[in-house]
């Protein structure tokens, strides 16, 4: 397929000279690589939160601060009380049913890896090459019934993904088709690939407005308790000053739970957002290389090339794995009644 630029420059012996060329380092640190691969996202998610936790409350306690003054249920209640208020306010059903369904997801490990992206380029090499040899026609069986078809079933993972088979089933359909030129196919999966997008930001803005609001149902909070403390004004110096450092932690919580624990949320969605949305530009490019007569071997390169770095196969680990989906599928034996 050629030789890289990086081989190039290093006969060259420019390799050294130009340490700008060198890609990304995305790696991670063998202890957070630990503990993603342990439990994924989720566990991140709850140590994020433990760091969170221990380095606000722990310098407060440093500088001698009471832990217990910041005690407050009654502030704590009005803010998330106010918070998930305002959520239903400003969501229709649909969206806060997508947000419910999309929180769990936080906690899961993403299954948007290498291994997974080589499957599905696999998966696409093996339908663009038995098209290829025996014309489009030949798919109508594995595009009607993929559950059935011996190509699909040998990526079970892809074949779990009903969104994704559907991607691919009803683009392959279009083609065999044959009445739509490829810049009309091309419009349409950037069109359904946008509505997806759209549809997939709608649990990331909801939490996000969400956390937009905390900060302010926290200074709501502690208005009210500075009135509470200027109700009682009779008092003597120590009480006041007691309720006017409850009435403060209302904004204190608030930003906390806003910055701290909400708004991250929304941005570890839209991380999860463009994975997928990845999946579907890495076919898009496939099939539409395809259809303007490159090879499956070259299709399946130009796919490669969309992926994120961090989980892009190598050119040499996408070529060993086509070779083996080179092999041809075996067919069931009939046994003899």
Same mark, same amino acid.
């Given at each position: 397929m050629g030789i890289g630029c990086r081989t190039l420059l290093s006969k060259a012996g420019l390799g050294s000279e130009l340490p700008w060329l060198?890609?990304? &380092? #995305? *790696?991670? *640190?063998p202890l957070v690589n630990r503990l993603y691969l342990t439990g994924g996202t989720g566990v991140l998610v709850i140590v994020g939160y433990f760091v969170v936790i221990a380095a606000v409350f722990g310098g407060y306690a440093l500088v001698g601060g009471h832990l217990g003054a910041l005690f407050q249920p009654a502030e704590l209640f009005m803010i998330a009380g106010s918070g998930v208020g305002a959520f239903?306010? *400003?969501n229709n059903g649909k969206s806060i049913k997508l947000t419910l369904r999309a929180l769990p997801q936080l906690f899961h490990k993403s299954k948007y890896n290498k291994s997974l992206y080589m499957d599905l380029m696999a998966l696409l090499f093996r339908l663009m090459a038995k098209a290829?040899?025996?014309?489009? /026609? =030949? /798919?109508?069986?594995?595009? &009607? *019934?993929?559950?059935e078809s011996q190509i699909f079933k040998l990526y079970p993972r892809l074949l779990a993904d009903r969104q994704l088979v559907d991607f691919i089933t009803d683009y392959l359909r279009l083609m065999i088709g044959g009445n739509m030129n490829a810049f009309e196919i091309e419009a349409l999966m950037d069109e359904e690939i946008e509505t997806y997008e759209h549809e997939c930001e709608i649990p990331a803005n909801s939490i996000a407005q969400i956390g937009d609001g905390l900060p302010a149902f926290g200074i709501v909070a502690a208005v009210m308790g500075v009135v509470h403390a200027l109700g009682a004004a009779d008092?003597?110096?120590? +009480?006041l000053g007691a309720l006017i450092g409850q009435a403060m =932690?209302? $904004?204190?919580?608030?930003? /906390?739970l806003a910055y701290g #624990?909400? $708004?991250p949320l929304a941005s570890l969605l839209r991380q999860k957002k463009d994975e997928s949305v990845k999946m579907m530009q890495c076919i898009k490019i496939t099939l539409l290389s395809s259809i303007h007569g490159y090879a499956p071997q070259i299709a399946v +390169? #130009?796919?490669?090339k969309t992926l994120f770095s961090a989980e892009r196969p190598s050119f040499s680990e996408l070529e060993a794995h086509v070779k083996l989906a080179r092999e041809p599928v075996k067919q069931p034996v009939e046994e003899d009644a």
């Open positions: 060198a890609p990304p &380092d #995305f *790696s991670l *640190s239903i306010v *400003s290829r040899q025996h014309g489009m /026609l =030949v /798919l109508e069986f594995d595009i &009607d *019934s993929p559950n008092r003597s110096a120590v +009480e =932690v209302g $904004t204190f919580l608030g930003i /906390l #624990f909400v $708004t +390169e #130009f796919g490669r």
